[in-house]
Each structure stands twice: as structure tokens, then as C-alpha cells.
């Protein structure tokens, strides 16, 4: 089991990516998935997660400008990022609790990271 992150890349301020992260492998079931930032000399940071049946949460710092979404048909999370700052730019990573075919438990799976960068 794995999360393929991408999307990322270089964007003026003002502008917009769409980021994707696709889980993959023996899956049965995967809980809520969420992105997560990490900004040069700061600690990781949540921006949006989202549960199986569409409940949404935000940073306050995204809200009104990022949207994240999922397809369970395939096992895929994607966060809309819109009105871009040069504080936005970050190491985007993807994470998901994840319960693979004949496992009893689930555990947490991270994404490899995909570099968004925010500048003029």
C-alpha cells in the first residue's frame, strides 16, 4: 500500500494548483484523508482533511481559498488551491489511515511529498 502524491510545482501569487494523491495496493477500507504542509524551519502543519463521507475541516489560514475532495471509487484525495501566497509554499503531503484486504487494523500512510512554491 502506498499514496502518490502530485501536483505540485512552481505558481505565481494569485494563481492556482491542483494537487492529487492516489492510494494504491490491497486496500479494504481508508479513513479520514487529509493534507499537510511543511514550510522551511516549521513544523508539519494540517491544512484540510476529509472523511469518507465528505465532512471537511480547514486551516484558517486555506479557508475559502483551498477545497478538498475525494474519490472513493478511486482512492484519491485532491486539495484545489486557489488565490496563492508566497506563505502557501510548502512541502505538501498526503496522509490516510488505511486498512489493507486481511489486516485487522489500520495504519497511517503517508505520501512522499510533492514541493509547492509560491513566488513572483
Known amino acids: 500500500v502506498q499514496l502518490q502524491a502530485s501536483g505540485g510545482g512552481l505558481v505565481q501569487p494569485g494563481g492556482s494548483l491542483r494537487l492529487s494523491c492516489a492510494a494504491s495496493?490491497?486496500?479494504?477500507?481508508?479513513?479520514?484523508m487529509g493534507w499537510y504542509r511543511q514550510a522551511p524551519g516549521k513544523q508539519r502543519e494540517l491544512v484540510a482533511g476529509?472523511?469518507?463521507?465528505?465532512?471537511?475541516n480547514y486551516a484558517d489560514s486555506v479557508k475559502g481559498r483551498f477545497t478538498i475532495s475525494r474519490d472513493n471509487t478511486k482512492n484519491t484525495v485532491y486539495l484545489q488551491m486557489n488565490s496563492l501566497k508566497p506563505e502557501d509554499t510548502a512541502v505538501y503531503y498526503c496522509?490516510?489511515?488505511?486498512?489493507?484486504?486481511?489486516?485487522?487494523?489500520?495504519?497511517?500512510?503517508w505520501g512522499q511529498g510533492t514541493l509547492v512554491t509560491v513566488s513572483s
Open positions: 496522509n490516510a489511515p488505511i486498512l489493507r484486504s486481511g489486516a485487522l487494523e489500520y495504519f497511517n500512510y
Open positions: 495496493g490491497s486496500i479494504f477500507s481508508i479513513g479520514r
Open positions: 476529509i472523511t469518507g463521507g465528505g465532512s471537511t
